[in-house]
């Protein structure tokens, strides 16, 4: 009878098991997904898995290891782990390495023609739909309305609420195309922070109203273009009372208060990943989870650690037990992920991606598109083969962890040796040294137009001595290779260029634009 009784009770454990890890999405280390990978996920197993940098290496690598996850190969059966991966293009990009690369949210952003927001959707979506990939984490909705963000920047479409929620609607009909879902990130806004969730819990200090006017206009608008998910943000809002001082993605005032009652999103709701430190810093694996699924999340990001991840999925079946979460809570979140798998086999059905021939042609004309002349008062646009230019570009560096760029390099010197052949390049730090500003110095009197890169140098102010410098002694020429706050502080004699990307594409549209 006792050993009876336990069977039961281990059985019906591991029905709650298998009902809570559908629930969650998960990463793996390697390049290939492996045995461990694919037990983990099998039969009772996690529900989805998301794709980083350090799974991929090459177009047949990736869709090799998509196809080993998705057995019976149809990546939409309920039965068979959704494959998600945060492919937003510019500085978040991880198939540059064998795809076309787009400029990103913020120069697209530049572009005034929300068209531009579906071809790179519908782009994007392609590259996904050639490798089997059926999700996107993306489009990023927040309102970069704090010039001093250090994890949204460009990666968001700009600082305007309505230009951010037509240019979102855009990016979701042209992925919806392609046969993707789309993800809507990170509600309810992580644009006014100054802080890192990757590092730390940021803070807003929006009220309610705040956000109602601004953050969350994107993500009304999303819901009415019936987005597939909405990922809510690590971010704290102390001025709303009702959150209780937790993180967005914990609270059951801003996930199921706010976005499932009163804005009357029916679709799946997801936190962004908790083993991020904003949470981890926090709470514990097992009370993130619990919390997460008590604001009513019906899907659960962590995609880095299995310890972590177990510890998660037991401190939820734990809560059920206990009856401080109730099954009817877990099935109403399943019913929900099995209607996404649905959706995703009738956009598949449907999808009409870019042809591959042609992908190479679409992102040079969003490319071109993108870029603005701010200023030009010397009218130093075209540059010309006979003057002698000097370039300057500061290395790029990782900003955040959501950012591809880093140890990339800039190809706009290669691209120009062709057309200037007076032209010489100095690579400089993101902050330069007094070395730099002396190399750069030493050279001014040999050119007749310096052509200086500039990335975030409303943030990393040594840059702009460099600036200073240039534009006293020559004609100048700055590109604005990141944000567009530059344009602001750097000298008014210079030429602004906002390219706002760095991708390979925005230095060959450059290139093709401004040269003879």
Known sequence: MTNSTEHIRTQERERLRAMVKAMCCIGYPGLQPGQETSRR????????????????????????????????????????PLLSIDEEGGSLSNLLAFYPSLPGNRAIGLGEDPELAYDSGWLIGSQLHRLGIPMDWAPVLDVNSNPLNPVIGVRSF????????????????????????????????????????????????????????EALVPFIAAISEEIDAIMVAHVAYPNIAESDGLPASLSPFLVNGILRERLGYNGVICTDDIEMHAIQNLYSP?????????????????????????????????????????????????????????????????????????????ARSIAER???????PRHLLKLRS????????????????????????????????????QLETVNIDLQPTPEDIAQVAAKLQQVDVVLLGTINAHRFTSQLELALLCARERDTV????????????????????????????????FVNLYTE
């Open 41 to 80: 996920l099998g039969e009772g197993g996690y529900g989805a898995l998301g794709l980083f940098p350090h799974n991929i290496l090459s177009e047949q690598q990736l869709q090799g290891a998509c196809t080993e996850l998705r057995p019976s190969g149809q990546a939409s059966d309920r039965d068979v």
């Open 158 to 213: 700009g600082e305007d609420p309505q230009l951010v929620a037509d240019y979102g609607k855009a990016f979701i009909r042209g992925m919806r195309r392609a046969g993707i879902l789309t993800t809507a990130k990170h509600f309810p806004g992580h644009g006014d922070v100054d802080a890192d969730s990757h590092k730390q819990l940021p803070s807003s200090q929006a009220t309610l109203d705040d956000l109602l006017a």
């Open 286 to 362: 097992e009370e993130a989870g619990v919390l997460a699924v008590l604001a009513g999340n019906d899907q659960i990001l962590m995609c880095h650690t299995p310890e972590y991840q177990e510890r998660v999925v037991e401190g939820i079946v734990t809560a059920i037990e206990a009856g401080r979460l109730s099954e009817e809570r877990i099935d109403a979140s399943l019913e929900r992920l099995g209607r996404l798998h649905d959706k995703s086999r009738e956009l598949a059905a449907a999808a009409d991606p870019i042809p591959y021939e042609a992908w190479g042609e679409m």
């Open 370 to 376: 993108s870029i603005r002349v701010e200023r030009d």
């Open 386 to 421: 006979e003057l002698r230019y000097l370039l300057v570009l500061p290395v790029q560096e990782r900003l955040t962890q959501a950012d591809s760029t880093g140890g990339r390099a800039i190809t706009l010197a290669d691209l120009l040796d062709p057309c200037l052949p």
């Open 478 to 509: 700055f590109l604005v290779l990141r944000n567009p706050y530059d344009q602001d502080v750097l000298p008014e004699q210079g030429s602004v260029v906002l390219l706002c990307s760095t991708s390979d594409v925005t230095m060959e549209a």
